[in-house]
């Protein structure tokens, strides 16, 4: 069988104020592009998908390549102005975003909106002919649906998370735990704002399986430090968060690298429609890393600070352990009287 990295002495918490600046550095840019986002794209700090917003998503492609210049100057002609124009894998394909007009009747028929932009297309560049690949539309009022179901669907995700620490940790750990969990969750938030990534239902999955994998990862390596707070009643906690994540690294290693491998791979060819999702994953292998070692175990010390266990029942255990192995050395009596 594979071993790697068994026995290992890393001092992971050494570096836990280094990790603290760096992340906060991250989270706080994060926000500033959010604030920049918001004033270029009225008041959209987000990329929101055609799902959340309403209107039509068109892809059009072309048979060689083309310049966004001319597909956003038709675009304009046909009568969307303010339409987000992008490219979509390479220079023949484009994606085109048309927010509705008025109502939920602007955004209906994308088909018409689709032969509307190639029909000027074909005019203003007949040498390199163009079609419509894809279109869709969703309504307004679908989209806020859709919008606040998500937003729903994050939220129980955490009051669901917050009840099973409660009940499979005690509170020092289920705080630390927490508060590492709201970490990702800020963290793929900068990351967004940061690459600009369209926010749609597929990301919201990709969001919510980031949550569940980071803290996975978390409540393993809090088992074992209740294991090791058990045995090693003469070590300080800072000793046995560091046992535990190194007798964990290997099995965090293995999971990680399969993951982070599967997730590239569909990255780079599964196309542009799971991309997004793509992203985020290999960011959430990352971030989820971090923070079940450097977020929530910093703030287990912190806790362990602040409010200190009973040291009554580990003295207790000493105590028992020593008189136990007083008796197992006293030689046996070879016979008796």
Known sequence: MLRILHDT????????????????????????????HASR??????????????????????????????????????????????????????????????????AVNADSVGKQIVSVLKQQAPANPAHVAR???????????????????????????LIYLAIRFEWRFGVAATIATMHDI???????????LEISLTVVAAILTVIGYSLNDTIIIF????????????????????????????????????????TLSLLFFAGEVIRPFSWIMAFGVFTGTFSSIYVAGAILLWIEHKWPRDASAENKGTARALAEGRRQERPTPVGTR
């Open 9 to 36: 002495n890393y001092d992971f918490i050494k570096y836990w104020k280094t990790a603290a600046v760096g992340t906060i550095g991250f989270i706080l840019l994060g926000l500033v592009l959010l604030g920049v």
């Open 41 to 106: 794209h009225n008041g959209d700090a987000l990329n929101y998908s055609v799902e959340f917003t309403g209107g039509a998503v068109v892809q059009v492609t072309f048979d060689q390549n083309a310049t966004p210049d001319i597909v956003r100057s038709a675009v304009n002609t046909a009568g969307f102005s303010g339409a987000e124009v992008t490219t979509f894998g390479d220079a023949r394909n484009y994606m085109v975003k048309v927010q509705p007009k008025s109502g939920e009747a602007a």
């Open 135 to 161: 279109a869709e539309a969703v309504g307004p009022r679908v989209g806020s649906e859709l919008k606040t179901k998500a937003i729903t669907a994050i939220i129980i995700s955490f009051i669901v998370t």
């Open 186 to 196: 800020l963290t793929t938030m900068a990351f967004l704002a940061m690459m600009r």
């Open 223 to 262: 088992d074992r430090v209740r294991e090791n707070l058990k045995k090693q009643r003469k070590e300080s906690l800072r000793e046995v968060l560091n046992r535990s994540i190194n007798e964990t690294l290997p099995r965090s290693v293995m999971t990680h690298a399969t993951v982070f491998a599967a």
